[in-house]
């Protein structure tokens, strides 16, 4: 491919803007296909076009494209079939279409033999009554489509069905149980278009009401447990047809099985820590990816014994952030390990959305992460 590689990035948020960014240093130019001209992603690039919901403003990017990666897989995929053309676009179709609807992925999950938690269809609210029968009283149910930090999933702890029917009567997806996993974990890969694969070390991930808060490496489990998450990761990727940057995220069980909760195919906010703690990020990797670029082996390696990633997650309303600067020249107590910020610059609210992130590297995890919380904390937003 002759560079510059004009490439087009589908949707406008923090992911899309960290992907523009690490676009330049490779010679590829990217271009944002955005929902809004308040997109945070537009500060990144010098061309754009805002989706005015027609096939025609999708296909007229598409065709100024060499290539097309994703943001997020909440697309529409019937009018990205139809706008698409020749321009190759990363993950596929046929990729997106496994793993766009929740249910679809489980059940491919299921169907590959992927450790994953036993779950039950529910097409209506008949359902439910079979789900609790089967599966016991505490259930999480999850929304076939559309949902992100746990919005769309439900915890039932108990029989609770009219309180779940009053909000959710139109529910489909599937239910399964509940349960009181060890930890969370995720492994962050990329799959080449030649067909090289590179998985960074597993990541341990913290959410709290489904949204994730931080992730440390090392994660908290043997390194045989390790091994078998990145391998069961490489399997999925393989499985599912991924090209570029794929997150699994897992669930490592108290009686010690490791199973995959959801698979993300494209960057993922429990990789965010690659930016600085590896000799790659994950951003870079997925370009590297989906040029057909070798992938390196040893910048996948941390720099530092720990790293910790703390999301900036808005805990007061205020009105727009862009822009907006805070200070960190207050003299504070003398902080352990190195520290870089992340800022995304959103418009808009800030109660409950991700603002940025903290990135900390440092001796040990419980050090580097104290150090991420305590600048988290330190940011009065
Ligand atoms: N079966 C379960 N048992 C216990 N906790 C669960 C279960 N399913 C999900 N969770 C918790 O809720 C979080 C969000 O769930 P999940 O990843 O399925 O939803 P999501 O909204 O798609 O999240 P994301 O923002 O990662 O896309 C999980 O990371 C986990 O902490
Ligand atoms: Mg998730």
Redesign the pocket.
């Known amino acids: 491919m002759k560079l510059p590689v004009r490439a087009g990035i589908l949707g406008g948020g923090q992911l899309a803007k960290m992907l523009a960014i690490s676009a330049y240093g490779l010679g590829v130019k990217p271009l944002i296909f955005a929902a809004s001209k308040n997109d945070c992603a537009l500060d990144a690039v010098a061309e754009f076009v805002i989706d005015d919901g027609t096939l025609g403003a999708l296909k007229n990017f598409l065709a100024k494209c060499d290539l097309a990666v994703i943001e997020n897989e909440f697309i529409d995929l019937l009018r990205l079939k139809n706008a698409l053309g020749k321009t190759p676009l990363f993950p596929s179709l046929d990729c997106l279409e496994m793993v766009q609807n929740k249910l679809h992925q489980k059940t491919y999950l299921q169907k590959f033999g992927i450790p994953t938690?036993d779950f039950i269809p529910i097409k209506n609210m008949n359902d439910y009554d079979r789900c609790v029968q089967n599966l016991g009283p505490s259930l999480?149910f999850?929304r076939e489509k559309m949902?992100?930090?746990?919005?769309?999933?439900f915890v039932c702890e108990r029989f609770n069905k009219k309180k779940f029917l009053k909000t959710n009567s139109f529910f489909t997806g599937y239910a399964?149980?509940?349960?009181d996993?060890k930890i969370?974990l995720a492994v962050v890969g990329a799959v080449s278009i030649n067909g090289e694969i590179s998985v960074f070390p597993t990541i341990e991930t913290v959410?709290k009401d489904?949204q994730?808060h931080f992730a440390i490496v090392p994660a908290d489990i043997s390194e045989i447990k390790s091994k078998n998450a990145q391998e069961i990761a490489i399997d999925v990727m393989k499985r599912f047809g991924a090209t570029g940057v794929f997150a699994v995220?897992m669930f490592y069980l108290r009686d010690g099985r490791l199973v995959v909760?959801?698979i993300?195919p494209r960057v993922h906010n429990s990789g965010h820590l690659t930016m600085n703690g590896f000799g790659i990020s994950q951003f870079e990797l997925h370009w590297r990816a989906v040029l057909g670029m070798s992938l390196p082996k040893k910048a996948l390696l941390p720099k530092s014994p720990s790293l910790a990633m703390v999301n900036i997650i808005g805990k007061r309303k205020i009105k727009t952030v862009r822009n907006e600067a805070f200070n960190f020249s207050k003299p504070g107590r003398k902080l352990r390990g190195d520290f870089w910020i992340h800022w995304y610059g959103k418009w808009g609210g800030t109660f409950n959305r991700k603002l940025g992130h903290i990135n900390c590297t440092g001796i040990s995890v419980k050090q580097t992460l104290k150090t991420a919380q305590r600048i988290r904390n330190r940011i009065k937003i």
């Open positions: 938690l999480v999850k949902g992100f930090d746990g919005r769309g999933n399964e149980p509940f349960v996993f969370e959410q489904g994730c995220e909760n959801e993300a």
